[in-house]
């Protein structure tokens, strides 16, 4: 079983630039697709990025697609997820998760792991 606990959340202002990280231990890092969810006040969580445990596959949600990274250190067992020009709609609780069958079942959102979150505030 893999912990994650995220970090880098804070408030920015528009335009401004953000990079998440998420550490995983207790567990094989490279063994496991991660991936970003958030979660918006008053919304449903969300994908928006996921990468595969050798770096070969990304997916992006739609809507984030050119403003978003996604990218892994297998050897500091850390995956980052890198956000430019912030919108206050950007603005949510940002969620690491980690599944070890597929980069898809990471989109799905399906026997996932994930951490505790951390807090993005995009001010205009």
């Known amino acids: 079983q893999v912990q994650l606990v995220e970090s880098g959340g804070g408030l920015v202002q528009a335009g401004g630039s953000l990079r998440l990280s998420c550490a995983a231990s207790?567990?094989?890092?490279?063994?496991?697709?991660m991936g970003w969810f958030r979660q918006a006040p008053g919304k449903e969580r969300e994908f928006v990025a996921a990468i595969s445990r050798s770096n070969s596959t990304i997916y992006y949600q739609d809507s984030v697609k050119g403003r978003v990274i996604i990218s892994r250190d297998n050897a500091k067992n850390t995956v980052y997820l890198q956000i430019r020009s912030l919108k206050p709609e950007d603005t949510a609780d940002y969620y690491c998760?980690?599944?070890?069958?597929?980069?898809?079942?990471?989109?799905?959102?399906?026997?996932?792991?994930w951490g505790q979150g951390t807090q993005v505030t995009v001010s205009s």
């Open positions: 998760t980690a599944n070890s069958q597929s980069v898809r079942s990471v989109m799905a959102g399906i026997g996932n792991f």
């Open positions: 207790g567990s094989i890092f490279s063994s496991y697709n």
